[in-house]
């Protein structure tokens, strides 16, 4: 089977100063996850590296570059999900990892649970080995400008409850048909101290079955959660909805 690797980094709003940066790192994601399947690697190396480099570039809400919690503190959820297996693995609201998706993975193949939450996630993380990183390292002056911004008087609560920076994904199909799906977010901006939303919940920021298909969202969690948004796609998929543009 052909490999086929399909990455997003985010709905939310890009001003023009950022946009072509951004355009290049989700670009660098594809190609890399691309590349994995094409040397016969799995659509789960493929998804975990893909959004491995959107977590690295602080260009995206997503591990190094999230949005900042009503405190001014980094909360990060993740999710991974196995199409051939079923198998999932997801942290919500963990704190100074680097790679949330890449903890969501061990999760996934090192425990009998589903999903681990803040300082139970962090305990696990160390368990593993994987290197604790200052909170610092996380946040960027633009992150912290944002925060600011939605803080002060002339503050849009709209715009504090909705956030304008969109959660990162991927899916991918490999060689073998086998399909897989990670996504991971910072969440909301100004978020309440924790504040989980639809990325680490399976069904809702993401799915993924070898008989259907894969889905990694984003948008604004809440919304997603009250549908099962993932799930839902996945659902309408295998009951032959047409999209509207023409096709399957």
Request: proline share 4%; glycine share 12%; hydrophobic share 40%.
């Amino acid at each position: 089977m052909l490999p086929v690797v399909v990455v997003h980094g985010g709905a939310g709003h890009i001003p023009k100063e950022r946009a072509e940066l951004s355009t290049i790192g989700v670009k660098e994601a594809a190609r890399t996850g691309y590349v994995i399947l094409q040397k016969g690697g799995s659509a789960m190396d493929a998804v975990v590296e893909a959004v491995t480099l959107m977590e690295n570039n602080p260009r995206f809400n997503a591990g190094r570059g999230s949005v900042l919690n009503v405190k001014g503190e980094v909360e990060m959820d993740a999710l991974v999900m196995d199409g051939r297996t079923l198998a999932s693995g997801a942290v919500s609201a963990v704190r100074r990892v680097a790679n949330p998706v890449q903890l969501a993975r061990l999760v996934m193949e090192k425990t009998n649970h589903l999903c681990l939450t803040a300082e139970g996630a962090s305990k696990f993380a160390r368990s593993m080995g994987v290197p604790e990183v200052p909170e610092e390292s996380l946040i960027t002056d633009y992150a912290k400008m944002r925060w600011k911004k939605n803080l002060g008087p002339d503050a849009n609560p709209v715009e504090c409850q909705m956030g304008k920076m969109g959660t990162v994904g991927a899916v991918a199909v490999d060689i073998d048909g086998n399909i897989a799906c990670a996504t991971s977010t910072g969440g909301m901006i100004n978020k309440m101290e924790g504040r989980v939303g639809d990325t680490p919940c399976v069904g809702c920021g993401g799915y993924a079955d070898n008989k259907i298909g894969a889905v990694s969202p984003t948008g604004h969690g809440e919304a997603i959660m009250k549908v099962t948004l993932s799930r839902l796609i996945l659902f309408h998929m295998e009951q032959g909805m047409e999209d509207p543009r023409g096709g399957k």
